[in-house]
């Protein structure tokens, strides 16, 4: 049985590489996660290195606070499994953390051979950033489901950021199952003489105009296209509203985001919004904070339900953002409807555009919403979810003997 909790005494330093899909400066939530989650382990004295994907302009291998970064893929394909297996048996890892996204991984099958590949020489931890199947062959059906459960039983132990992926896990029998909640992928900046007005400006846009957020690609799992309608809604009624779309809109990882967001900017022009939508464009961590404190409300509408397992919503939290998303899909106690967030039913632009305009108007329930949610997001500072993995990384290594990595 594998816990999260603190262990008893003082933590063993380890030697941990994270095996992530992507990583800054590659677009994406699970690369910025890792990164979150390095430096943090990190500051706790373990000794953290990061194997990921090569990208133009970045350093094969660099240091950046103490992480040393190896960017030694140019894909995920079967060549990449020689790599990791070179890398491994050069550094020695005592635990690997294996960051799980199908789409990061470019829906290629080989990364789904590593924990049982490696699993008598070093323990694997695999982090379900979601339960997407890979791609395996055309017509592949039920294998690409069970491709992802037999990666999960092969691992020392499998960490879920939700109780709905946690439940889905369960049922299909995995073992050594942890859930560790998701912390916010872009720490708060110090907003030192933050002048709002100035910052809307320089975009073109009106301070006086209500500013309703959206952070996050324009995947389709997000509601997109519910959004617009709200805010075509929204104008129809009368209410000066802008939507501002924040960070960039498609990632590195997943190309159905280009498609679906152009869908979306196509929707907006045949709805006749498509002048009160702004975009920011790619913003580093300080300037996502500027962006989110620019607005009067963020809206996150998952077609899938609010889930612990966004880091686009913990961001929003503990920025203090008010926010409006949809109903958990698997309830979420800690989510409570007008006390931290406002909670629609997914796929109903009208519930939406109603939730959004009372969030606009009313002082009260928007400086509640505010507070509380910003002592919501609090409970999942990454210092703690640090304190959990190295818990359990320090389990799965005084489990295994060791066999010699093969040369």
Known sequence: MISPGPSKGRLYFMRITFIA????????????????LARALSSLGHQVRVFTRSVPGAADSEEVNGIRVQRAV??????????????????????ISLQYQAAAYQMRPAIHLLPRLLARHVPVV??????RVPYLFPKAGPMRWRALVG?????????VTNVEDQATLQKAQVRNLVMIPIGSNIIPAPL????????????????????????????????????????????????????????????????????????????ADELQVSRNIALTGFLDEHGVSEALAACDCVA??????????????????????????????VAVPELVNEQNVMLVSPDDPLSLAVAIRRVLLD???????????RQLGARFDWAGIATQYASVFEQVRSTLTPAPLPK
Not at 318 to 327: E, K, P, Q
């Open 300 to 329: 996150l509408p998952y077609r899938d339900g609010a889930s612990f397992r966004r880091g686009t919503l913990m961001a929003a939290l503990v920025h203090g953002c008010a926010v409006v998303t949809t109903l958990p899909r």
């Open 192 to 267: 030192v003489g933050f002048d709002r007005a100035a910052w809307l400006s320089k975009r073109s846009l009106r301070p006086d105009s209500r500013i309703v957020g959206y952070f996050g690609f324009m995947n389709e799992s997000k509601g997109g296209e519910t959004l617009v309608r709200a805010l075509a809604e929204l104008r129809r009624e009368g209410l000066d509203t802008t939507l501002l779309l924040i960070g960039g809109q498609t990632g590195a990882s997943d190309p159905t985001n280009v498609s679906y967001a152009s869908f979306i900017m196509k929707l």
């Open 126 to 131: 695999i982090t379900f950033h979601d339960l």
């Open 21 to 36: 899909g992507e990583y800054p400066p590659l677009e994406g939530g699970l690369g910025a996660y890792t990164r979150e």
């Open 74 to 95: 140019s894909t995920w394909g079967w060549s990449s499994l020689s790599r990791l297996n070179h890398f491994v048996g050069s550094y020695r890892p005592e635990v």
């Open 151 to 159: 990666m999960s039983r092969s691992a020392s132990a499998t960490v």
């Open 363 to 373: 002082p009260i329930l928007n400086e509640h919403l505010r507070s509380s949610g």
